[in-house]
């Protein structure tokens, strides 16, 4: 009995070590003893929650009337912001926005492990090696669903996390009214978990879900199946596969495939050699703000669309069959797609008339630092066509690199050529692409299209150390049509506040081939000192980047973009489209 009690004892220590309770740390238990309660936040970006603010429609497939979504939102527009963030502390932690109070810390129940050197207990080992656990951003939405506790349908704030490389599950919050986040009352604030256990087809949940409503009336969780999961024996097994999990499904803690969830399978990928689909960019093509249409790459270096278009799920398949583009040499594709209409050719004939704008590169495994394959950033139209190839593109150039800190890509290399897109006069193209001229330089962040430039940051890894963050990279920013330097200049060059012809653009030309003149840079290196960047965040005329390095807010680079570009022109992907950035 003496060794239950110390076993029981021990146990509760160990929770109220994880609830913040101190008194064990370096004594008592001997637990580990840490720089702050509050653990290291990674590839968690703080999501905001405050006033609803989504515009969702009434009628159609959306309740009308009293149960309208302007009347929750006029319901709840006084409530009490929140902000959530998941941590490598096992927690997604929701904060009030006015002071930072905790206000609920959630622990999903895949990452309890009894495990040596694993789960929860582990936090509190002395020998502790950091580790991954809650290392997603979440996604929030409102949405018009039952609960756990009420088989009635209405308007509700869910919250949909992630654990990225921490584990193989998402979990379901409802977070519609803050000051309901209370121990008390956990059994109605928690909605589902979906893991691993559920379906192995899914991976390491690394794929940022969307929220959306479908052509089925339903409102789904749409995600890519992540990485390394562990389904073997079925037919689908090792495939990329999209998941669109049913936020009122699982609500009985059972799950039922086709019912409760679905898996579209592309068919690439073995148990042999597994394979996984990326985070997706959902896409509603005709205005109506039901998801019809979904855009997602994988590590085989293919871009999968997804025809949701149906109001039967079973109909919900890969459209056209097989792949839209294949990259060259299967260049693995880990970021969403970003997706505008096309800014010239007419919809007519050409429907979706769609351009997708991603990089390719991958950073997620050991030894991944070390890899020098050459990677390329694509800009690809489609059409409605499939099959596409990097022989159907533009092949851009580098014209100079200057010094390590500029770069320049070719304005005129459309022209040369004599082509254009296709049904554009004599056209055949559908897009363009070029290699990144760095060895080891790749894209693992997503792009952002503003005022008809694209704008992303590559990565240079330079420590081959497993698990470094040591490197580089380059701030990127391209003709989203041509692929070509900027016309104008695009960003401030030499961080002078203000975006101008004189220290913003470059000389070209002169040499024969073309006529001398002006253009803005292309591309700007990140500060060294600044370690490796993060994803590009554009708010107003704003550019900012963090970077590895970065630890205060001072470190941020900002730079000034060109006022009179438009911020949200043309952009057509879900979360950008109906919600604000």
């Known amino acids: ?92 932690h929701i904060f009030a926005a006015e002071d930072g109070q905790e206000l609920l810390a959630y622990l999903p129940g895949n990452l309890f492990s009894t495990a040596k050197r694993e789960g929860y207990h582990y936090l509190t080992d002395p020998d502790y090696a950091h580790r991954y656990y809650v290392d997603g951003t979440p996604t929030v939405s409102d949405v018009y669903v039952a609960s756990r506790s009420s ?77 390394e999961h562990s389904a073997t024996g079925t037919p689908t097994s090792g495939q990329s596969e999209l998941f669109v999990i049913f936020l009122d499904g699982g609500l009985d803690g059972d799950w039922t495939l086709g019912r409760d969830y679905l898996r579209i399978p592309t068919g690439a990928g073995s148990v042999a050699r597994r394979n996984g689909l990326s985070t997706p960019a959902v896409v509603d093509t005709d205005g109506d703000q039901v998801a019809d249409r979904v855009y997602a790459g994988d590590l085989f270096g293919n871009v999968w669309a997804f025809d949701l278009s149906s109001s039967r799920s079973s109909d919900w398949k890969v459209a056209s069959g097989s792949a839209f583009f294949t990259t060259a040499n299967r260049q693995p594709i880990m970021t969403k797609p970003e997706i505008i209409r096309h800014p010239q ?8 008339n769609l351009m997708l704008f991603f990089g390719t590169g991958q950073y997620i495994v050991a030894g991944d630092n070390t890899t020098t394959d050459v990677q390329s950033f694509y800009g690809v139209w489609d059409r409605g066509d499939s099959g596409l190839k990097r022989d159907d593109l533009v092949e851009q150039v580098f014209l100079r690199e200057e010094s390590g800190a500029g770069r320049v890509t070719d304005p005129d290399r459309w022209q040369e050529l004599k082509v254009d897109y296709k049904k554009a006069s004599t056209g055949d193209r559908y897009g363009w ?49 041509t692929g070509g330097a900027p016309v104008a200049p695009g ?80 952009r057509m992907s879900w979360e950008q489209l109906w919600r604000n950035e």
């Open 345 to 352: 050719m007419p919809t007519s004939g050409n429907q979706p």
């Open 1 to 92: 009995m003496g060794s239950v009690s110390i076993s029981v004892d021990v146990g509760k220590a160990r929770l109220g070590y994880l609830r913040g309770d101190r008194s064990h740390e370096g004594r008592g238990w001997g637990f580990r003893e840490r720089e702050s309660l509050l653990g290291d936040i990674i590839h968690s970006s703080a999501i905001h929650v405050g006033t609803p603010a989504m515009n969702w429609p009434s009628g159609g497939v959306f309740p009308a009337g009293d149960a309208s979504y302007s009347r929750f939102a006029r319901d709840h527009k006084d409530r009490r912001e929140i902000v959530a963030v998941g941590a490598n502390d096992g927690m997604l």
């Open 151 to 227: 088989s009635n349908r209405e308007w509700r704030t869910v919250l949909v996390g992630i654990q990225g490389s921490g584990g193989k599950g998402i979990f379901a919050l409802d977070v519609t009214d803050p000051e309901r986040l209370l121990e008390s009352n956990a059994a109605n604030t928690v909605l589902w978990e979906f893991t691993s256990a559920d379906d192995p087809h899914l991976g390491h949940t690394l794929a940022r879900p969307t929220i959306a409503m479908l052509p089925n009336g339903r409102w789904a969780a749409i995600m890519g199946n992540g990485y």
């Open 433 to 481: 692409y070029f290699d990144l001229p760095d060895k080891g330089e790749r894209v693992v962040t997503d792009a952002r299209y503003r005022g008809g430039l694209v704008f992303f940051n590559t990565l240079v890894p330079t420590d081959p150390r497993p698990c470094a963050a040591g490197g580089t990279g380059w701030m990127m920013s391209v003709d989203a049509l």
């Open 491 to 570: 960003f401030d060059f030499d961080e002078n506040g203000v975006v101008q012809v004189e220290g913003d653009t470059t000389t070209i030309g002169g040499d024969g081939r073309i006529e001398k003149k002006s253009v803005g840079y292309s591309g700007k290196r990140y500060k060294p000192k600044n370690g490796v960047p993060g994803g590009v965040s554009i708010i107003g005329d704003k550019r900012y980047t963090t970077g590895s390095e970065t630890d205060n807010a001072s470190k941020i680079v900002i730079e000034a973009l060109d006022p009179s570009q438009g911020q949200l022109e043309g």
